[in-house]
Each structure stands twice: as C-alpha cells, then as structure tokens.
C-alpha cells in the first residue's frame, strides 16, 4: 500500500507547475469567496440578523473601512469579527498577490491572446494580408470597404497599433512561418496578399503559402521585374509592382480617364465583377459544353453581364489585359473582351461577369457542377 502511495507522490512532484492548475487565479478568488460566506454565515448564527445584514457587516468589515456595527454583537459576534478581519486581511493579501504575479507573468495577455486565435480559427472565406505597411493600409481599407473579413499579419508593433485602431483583427507573429499562416487559416481562405516590405520576406511568404495551401489565391507585392519572375515561380497567381502599377494608371488616366477609374465607379453602386472559372473536365460542363452565349441566354436568364472570357490556352501575366494581336496555341486570343453571341463556353474558360450580388448568384447557380472557383475582381 505504501509503494503505490509514494509512487503517486512522486508523479505530483515531478509535473510542471503549469499543469497543475490550469486556472492560477481560481483558488485565492474562491478562498475570498469562501471567507466572505464564512463570515456572512457565522452573523447569520450569532446574531440572527437577515442576510442582507450580514453581508453588509461583512463589506465592511474585511476590508476594515469601519462604518461602525449594524447592531450591538454579542460575543460571538465580536468572534466572527476578529475571524473577517484577520482571514480577510490575509486572504485578500494573498489574492491581490496572485493576480499581480499573474499578471506580470504574462498569464492574461496570454489567454487574451489564445481566445483571439480560437476566434481566428473560426474565420472563414476571409483575406489574409501580410504586412500592414502604406500598401497594406489602402489594401486593408479597400477590403474592409467591402464587406470581406480581412485578417492582418504583422509584426511591428506600431503598424500592429495601427491596424488595430482602423477596426482590424491583428495576429502578431512572422508571416514568413508555417505555423503563423496556418493560425491564420490558409486552409479556409479566399486569398492571401503579401504585402510586406522585403522581395524576400514577401517570397517566403508565397513559398510558405503555395507548399501548405496549393489552391489558395496569392497576391504578391515586387520592387523589380525579377523580383516579380521569382515570385511567379515561386507560386504567385498574381504580382503587383506599385511603382509599375502607379506609372500606368497614371499614363493610361492622361489618355483615357473613364475607362480607367471604371471600376472605382462601380464602387459606388451594387455591381460588382467576379472572375467564374469553369472545370477542365468536360463531363461536368454538362449541356454548357459546347453551346454559345446566345444559346444559353445569360444575360436574360441571370442579368449579369460577361465583360471578358479568357481561354484555358494560354497563361497571361495580367488576364485582365487585351492584346488583340497576339493569340494562342489554338488561334483564339489571349482574352476575348466583350465577346458576341457566337462565344461557346469550354472547359477551362475564365469567364469576367459584372452585375448584383443577387444577379451573379443567378449565374453561378447556372453554371452548376461545371463552376470550379468564384473570385472577386477588386481594385
């Protein structure tokens, strides 16, 4: 009998500390607790006073303020009294003790911080957005704009402050780790955009992403043309270069302004442009297999209008761009803008559609099983 005992006693010696209670604060709140109904209890018997009473003598006792007695004690009383005072004293000593050695251990900015990731593990359908630098904020509002979770990754404390005080959750841990896009939900996102500082950094990021999440969506910020090789070799769907991206628009907006602020028009209203990209299997084309615009009367059946189709032959740097001279392996352009009637639908095709959130709906269940991926066209 006395083996297994002193067995037992040394397995309870050995454990760490921190698995010996998983809630510290938890016992010198209860003995305070127990303390005051102790007290409260012991009025209750002496003195026969009603609870309400008692618990009064008992707030003011503890903590010795000293209003003076509900009524005359009897000895007892006078007992229970010197018990409240001397047990309050040291348990509540004892609690003030605990709480600000929890506190300085980090023990609640800890468990503020696992609720947050038990709260991120919940997101779904969101954007990840690493970095939250100048890029990173006008991204992070044009997404908020939107209506889209958008979950922010970084590291400096300021920028962290930063995003925070724009009304962004904020995890703060290195985007360049497998661990960190993992808490962030790469599995169950819509997009990740790497926006950070450094080529390197943000090619890290898009390796990391593209070995844990092949079929995530990746954005990815460049200073250079190789930079942007490299990122696209990495994995990236797409590269942007600010300062390219910025000459252009500026240049294309000195020649033809409507044309480029046209998405920023439809800001203001309920359309929006999403990208329907169809199977590579033509058996779930079904009866779309094959059949033209005109056939399938899209804009009348859903109202969404298809701006652009881009054939599955050739893979573009920007889908979004229209170069009628050139064209791809099987003698039809890289995209066909405003495509006619004539169009036929076939696997593989990227399809650019415009309308309501309501008439984009409609098309998508149109398209049915032969509907691989929807994503939002945002600028």
């Given at each position: 009998m006395a083996l297994p005992l002193l067995g037992w006693l040394r397995r309870r010696r050995r454990r760490p500390p921190a698995t010996r209670s998983r809630y510290p604060w938890l016992r010198p709140l209860l003995a305070l607790v127990l303390v005051v109904n102790l007290s409260a209890l012991g009025y209750r018997l002496?003195?026969?006073?009603?609870?309400?009473?008692?618990?009064?003598?008992?707030?003011?006792?503890?903590?010795?303020?000293?209003y003076g007695e509900v009524e005359p004690l009897s000895q007892a009383g006078r007992l229970v009294t010197v018990f409240s005072v001397v047990g309050g004293l040291v348990v509540v000593q004892q609690t003030v003790q605990s709480l600000l050695g929890l506190s300085e251990s980090g023990y609640f900015a800890r468990r503020r911080q696992r609720r947050f990731l038990n709260w991120v593990h919940t997101m779904n359908d969101h954007v990840i957005l690493c970095g939250y630098g100048r890029i990173g904020r006008e991204i992070g509002d044009q997404i908020s704009r939107e209506g889209v979770q958008l979950l922010v990754v970084e590291m400096d404390p300021e920028r962290k402050e930063a995003a925070e005080e724009a009304g962004l959750p904020v995890l703060m841990a290195?985007?360049?780790?497998?661990?960190t896009l993992l808490e962030a939900g790469i599995h169950h996102c819509r997009s990740l955009v790497a926006a950070l500082p450094s080529n390197a950094a943000n090619l890290y990021v898009v390796l990391s992403a593209r070995g844990l999440a092949p079929q995530c969506r990746l954005i990815a910020r460049s200073d250079s043309e190789e930079a942007s090789r490299k990122l696209r070799l990495a994995g990236a769907d797409q590269v942007v270069s600010p300062y390219v991206a910025g000459g252009r628009t500026m240049a294309a907006t000195a020649l033809r302004p409507l044309a480029v602020t046209f998405m920023e028009l439809l800001a203001g209203t309920d359309c929006e442009v999403e990208e329907f990209r169809l199977s590579d299997d033509p058996a779930l084309l079904g009866d779309l297999q094959g059949r033209t615009l005109q056939d399938l009367e899209l804009r009348r059946r859903t109202g969404a209008l298809v701006l652009a189709i881009r054939n599955p032959e050739t893979a573009l740097v920007n889908p979004y761009s229209y170069r009628g001279s050139t064209y791809g392996g099987s003698g039809e352009p890289e995209l066909i803008a405003n495509p006619g009637g004539s169009v036929t639908l076939a696997p593989g095709q990227l399809l650019?559609?415009?309308?309501?959130?309501?008439?984009?709906?409609?098309?998508?269940?149109?398209?049915?099983?032969?509907?691989?991926?929807?994503?939002?066209?945002?600028?």
């Open positions: 002496s003195e026969g006073w009603d609870w309400g009473d008692c618990y009064w003598m008992v707030a003011i006792t503890i903590p010795t303020i000293g290195d985007a360049t780790l497998d661990e650019v559609v415009m309308g309501s959130q309501q008439q984009l709906a409609a098309f998508a269940k149109l398209l049915g099983s032969a509907l691989v991926s929807i994503d939002a066209m945002r600028e």
